[in-house]
T-cell receptor
Framework: KQEVTQIPAALSVPEGENLVLNCSFT??????LQWFRQDPGKGLTSLLL?????REQTSGRLNASLDKSSGRSTLYIAASQPGDSATYLC????????????FGKGTHLIIQP | DVKVTQSSRYLVKRTGEKVFLECVQD?????MFWYRQDPGLGLRLIYF???????EKGDIPEGYSVSREKKERFSLILESASTNQTSMYLC????????????FGPGTRLTVT
């Protein structure tokens, strides 16, 4: 059974710091990897999608990298802001895209003003 | 922007009732998904569909069924609700057939008493 692990489970940092969230997956034969953000009691907002053939994707202050051979992805957040406080979820797809995602349990991030 | 809507944000039902959760997407996506999210367990795939009238079981289909009569609508049915089905239910869609981003709805928090 494929497993996705996110470390750390929780993180609290002062505003302005750069930070890295980690995601690892047991089966490296992924189709793609997606990072999401979830605010309390809300749905998921897609942040970045990395196809298996790609090494990284960037959107604004966010950069996600993928090392498929080692089964790892990182989400880098630059110059963190209080509005970045949320739970960040990593999810992988093993099928051709029509299959569902396998999720990690998330990293709960708090940015202190 | 892709929009995925779910019929209710909060729902309270009694044990044994038949429950319908509705999901509608407005981007002509081929694929639609139902997940549930529980503390400590994360998001788990219940069912998905890659075409009208097609359905595939996910990781935890027991106690649930689905219906997809139109491309834009995907319904999750709890045949006889039980207290262990109290959860947050999230619907998602993605374009197919190749792997693309999944877009999520706001979620339905279902309480079964």
């Amino acid at each position: 059974k494929q497993e996705v692990t996110q470390i750390p489970a929780a993180l609290s940092v002062p505003e302005g710091e750069n930070l890295v969230l980690n995601c690892s997956f047991t089966d490296s034969a992924i189709y793609n990897l997606q990072w999401f953000r979830q605010d309390p009691g809300k749905g998921l907002t897609s942040l970045l999608l990395i196809q298996s053939s790609q090494r990284e994707q960037t959107s604004g202050r966010l950069n996600a990298s993928l090392d498929k051979s080692s089964g790892r992805s990182t989400l880098y957040i630059a110059a963190s802001q209080p509005g970045d406080s949320a739970t960040y979820l990593c999810a992988v797809s093993y099928g051709g895209g029509a299959d569902g995602l396998t999720f990690g349990k998330g990293t709960h991030l708090i940015i202190q003003p | 922007d892709v929009k995925v809507t779910q019929s209710s944000r909060y729902l309270v039902k009694r044990t044994g009732e038949k429950v319908f959760l509705e999901c509608v997407q407005d981007m002509d996506h081929e694929n639609m998904f139902w997940y549930r999210q529980d503390p400590g367990l994360g998001l788990r795939l219940i069912y998905f569909s890659y075409d009208v009238k097609m359905k595939e079981k996910g990781d935890i289909p027991e106690g649930y069924s689905v219906s997809r009569e139109k491309k834009e609508r995907f319904s999750l049915i709890l045949e006889s609700a039980s207290t262990n089905q109290t959860s947050m239910y999230l619907c998602a869609s993605s374009p197919g057939p190749t792997g693309r981003e999944q877009y999520f709805g706001p979620g339905t928090r279902l309480t079964v008493t």
